[in-house]
């Protein structure tokens, strides 16, 4: 599995380019019905920063019989601002 963004995004506190990680750039056996998830930073930090708020995700798959699937997954993490905001508040 090979995950690749349409534009680049750091996370970390801003300290580390999240889609250079390697788990986004090849995963040779994820098991039926596991999942990967990644810490990006806290909503306030990612959001002070700047950061792409509309990212999409291509993901790119292969199954035992070799056939080649791809989902484009569209984001669009301004839902997440309103946290951010709220712990300010």
Known sequence: MTTTFDRAFRGL??????VRLAMFREVPFLAPGKRLSQLVDTAHA???RDEPRRITATVTFTDREKRRYTNVLPHDLDIYRELADAVLA
């Open 13 to 18: 506190g801003g300290r580390k380019e999240l």
């Open 46 to 48: 990612f959001f002070a």
